[in-house]
């Protein structure tokens, strides 16, 4: 019932598409969505989720789980980050995925909706540490569209990795068009 009032919304009233599956049987990932250029991205994340019918994470600075919208970031798979806390960030969540049997990472390489030209390495190094694929996901909103790109798996050459993710985000526009993410 769920699933059907999310397709409902996102295909019939927004008229959203989405390209590309996500390999169910991959239940450890670390998914970059790019570009991440407004808070609207966010109820286009939990609808694409509850279409996919997966359960799909994601972390957020622990201001957002605080009484009463923390309680629902918790359900709908949020878990807090204390990014001023003097810990490996890369560390502390590659080994959530070590005590976790479905861990599927949603993160934002640009780590602010603002207009960036440099990705952050965390997610990189989270996937790496943690053996898992990367599965890259782009909300172009000029198009509409949820793509799913194929897993791919770190060789840990993280400049000719990245060259051939953010390949994958070209001509990808963002909510706030003029944020979108330009390869450089």
Same mark, same amino acid.
Do not use: C, M, N, Q
């Given at each position: 019932m769920k699933k059907k009032l999310y397709q409902f919304i996102f295909f019939k009233l927004m008229?959203?598409?989405?390209?590309?599956t996500l390999d169910q049987n991959i239940t450890k990932c670390v998914i970059p969505v790019?570009?991440?250029t407004s808070w609207h991205d !966010?109820?286009?994340g939990l609808l694409t989720r509850g279409i996919l019918d997966l359960e799909i994470n994601f972390v957020g600075k622990k201001e957002l789980f605080a009484f009463p919208f923390g309680l629902y970031f918790k359900w709908v798979g949020g878990a807090p980050l204390n990014r001023f806390r003097n810990e490996n960030k890369v560390d502390a969540i590659a080994k959530i995925f070590e005590q976790k049997k479905v861990f599927r990472l949603a993160i934002s390489p640009e780590g602010?909706?603002?207009k960036v030209n440099e990705w952050k390495t965390g997610f990189y190094y989270i996937a790496l540490k943690a053996q898992v694929p990367i599965i890259?996901? =782009? !909300?172009?909103w000029g198009n509409k569209e949820v793509i799913i790109f194929p897993a791919f798996y770190p060789t840990g050459n993280k400049? =000719?990795?990245?060259?051939?993710?953010?390949?994958? !985000?070209?001509g990808i526009q963002g909510k706030v068009k003029e944020y979108s993410f330009t390869k450089e």
């Open positions: 008229g959203w598409k989405i390209v590309g790019v570009p991440h !966010f109820y286009i602010t909706r603002k890259p996901i =782009a !909300f172009d400049d =000719a990795d990245f060259e051939i993710l953010k390949d994958y !985000f070209s």
